[in-house]
């Protein structure tokens, strides 16, 4: 490993040469099946011909002029994106923390806008919405956000998934201007909430004036088993966040909006130098054309679906598997006692997966692959958990 490079990575002892599909081949020349596409950003997988195609045409003719100027892509991938997300309007970014950041930054103007003077975000237990200073604060997890104090204020948090606390919080602080939260908690154990939670959510944001702020960067882009995750209860948000899958590996986010919050920000209240260039959303307008052509929202949900029932066969009734769950192709297999070793295990046996939460088997698969690829992951998930189940029994016994 490079020893001029900052030491803020636990970079596991692997190195990638090219990828196809599914697939990665390492500079050893030995293969993978990826289970994690980057973490939910490579949803097409990986060398998609069509994503190869567009960026390829655009770096030909045109990177980079400045938001200064009219870029005709991002006009049109504003459009594509706000008729499948029921949404107004587009800001471009980079990342997802800057789709957060920006979405944090709205609902502070919107706030103030309505004579707010300490505009206040409730925020989310066990939440992740990035590593800038603002998104830092707004994520729930302690560890995360150590050392980094002193932390932002304008925040309050409550216990994901439980709307009594929401209305609690709604009857005693009248500064709270919006709710930020994942509809389906990425990072913090593939955690997804009861039937209804979103749907109460909107009601409560409708009742107090606040902005309903949704953050499907990890579950945005098909991987639900939807367009978005909120569809699944057509509890559509005011603002929305969105990046990793957007662009299938070119680095490109968006904060979306609607309504009232759609026309909160003015020339100079916020931007991004990179924000929207033409190679960024000529990527992204690859991936919508996918997604529809190929429809694999729909294809996300029956693989999503296939990998759960196959998991649960061959897992759901070990001791010391404690809960199995989905939501499309964002699955999580939750063990009673730590699992991290299970990563270098899955990568001896040629399978990339990720834990999260210390206990959480995380599986992100791409949305192209096929039953048989999702069939192999399954397998392997299974055998990787049976014997580290099998010794974690043995010792304790």
Not at 18 to 25: D, F, N, R, S
Not at 385 to 395: D, G, L, N, Q, S
Request: charged fraction near 20%.
């Amino acid at each position: 490993m490079n020893t001029h490079l900052m030491f803020n990575y636990a970079r596991l002892p692997l190195t990638f040469d090219h990828g196809q599909g599914a697939w990665l081949w390492d500079t050893q020349g030995k293969r993978y099946l990826d289970g994690v596409s980057g973490i939910a950003v490579c949803g097409l997988g990986h060398a998609h011909p069509a994503v190869t195609a567009a960026i390829t045409d655009q770096a030909g003719r045109l990177l980079h002029t400045s938001n200064l100027y009219g870029v005709a892509a991002q006009e049109n991938l504003a459009r594509r994106l706000c008729a499948v997300s029921e949404m107004d309007a587009a800001f471009f970014c980079n990342s997802g923390a800057e789709a957060n950041e920006a979405a944090i930054k709205l609902a502070r103007l919107y706030g103030h806008g309505r004579g707010i003077s300490s505009p206040t975000i409730i925020v989310m237990e066990n939440s992740f919405h990035g590593r800038t200073m603002a998104t830092l604060t707004a994520t729930g997890n302690r560890k995360v956000q150590a050392g980094f104090e002193p932390l932002l204020g304008g925040f309050t948090r409550v216990p994901y998934n439980d709307i009594a606390a929401l209305k609690t919080v709604a009857a005693n602080n009248r500064d709270v201007v919006a709710i930020l939260l994942e509809p389906a908690q990425g990072e913090g154990g593939v955690r997804i909430p009861e039937v209804g939670y979103l749907a109460g959510v909107r009601r409560i944001c409708d009742t107090n004036g606040w902005l309903m702020m949704l953050d499907e960067v990890q579950t945005g882009m098909g991987r639900s088993g939807k367009w978005f995750a909120w569809q699944h209860e057509d509890a559509r948000p005011d603002v929305m966040a969105l990046a990793k899958a957007l662009g299938n590996g070119v680095p490109v986010g968006a904060c979306l909006a609607q309504g009232e919050a759609a026309r909160v920000f003015g020339p100079g209240s916020h931007g991004s130098t990179f924000g929207g260039n033409p190679l960024a959303c000529r990527a992204a307008l690859a991936v919508i054309d996918v997604i529809q052509g190929e429809d694999l929202c729909e294809r996300a949900a029956i693989l999503g679906q296939r990998m759960l029932d196959g998991l649960r066969e061959r897992l759901a009734h070990l001791p010391g598997v404690t809960d199995i769950r989905s939501k499309g192709l964002m699955l999580g297999i939750e063990l009673q006692s730590g699992c991290t070793s299970l990563v270098t295990e899955a990568i001896d046996a040629g399978l990339l997966i990720n834990v999260t939460a210390g206990n959480v088997i995380r599986l992100l698969p791409p949305l192209i692959i096929s039953n048989e690829e999702a069939d192999l992951i399954v397998d392997g998930v299974a055998a990787l958990v049976e014997r580290f189940v099998e010794f974690t029994v043995a010792e304790y016994a």
